[in-house]
């Protein structure tokens, strides 16, 4: 065979593995988007609520979600680091979290 048939074949096989893998790419992109959206719509979810409940315990978080103890923590941590909530207590069941000073608006 013609040296520029197997140029050509490995330019056609080099577009297809491209596409595809383009297309994974774009599908994986997508699932972490939506993560990340619902994510930030129940970290929202949480203030409204500290908004209208003077304190939260990590319970309330996960009725109120509907999630995990570990991923209601995590959510109430986070929104802590941001400034937005303080916790109140060191460990267990008498932890609980508020809205920070100025978080009200």
Known sequence: MHPLIYIA????????????TKSKS???GNISQE??????ENKDKIVTYLKEHPRARNND??????VSDA???RYLDELEKEGLVQQIGSAG?????KLKNGSHE
């Open 9 to 20: 074949i490995g330019f056609i096989v080099g577009i297809i593995v491209s596409h595809l």
């Open 26 to 28: 774009t599908k994986i």
């Open 35 to 40: 993560r990340t959206s619902a994510k930030e």
């Open 61 to 66: 978080i996960e009725e109120l979600l509907g």
């Open 71 to 73: 991923t209601s923590t």
């Open 93 to 97: 069941a008498g932890v609980e979290y």
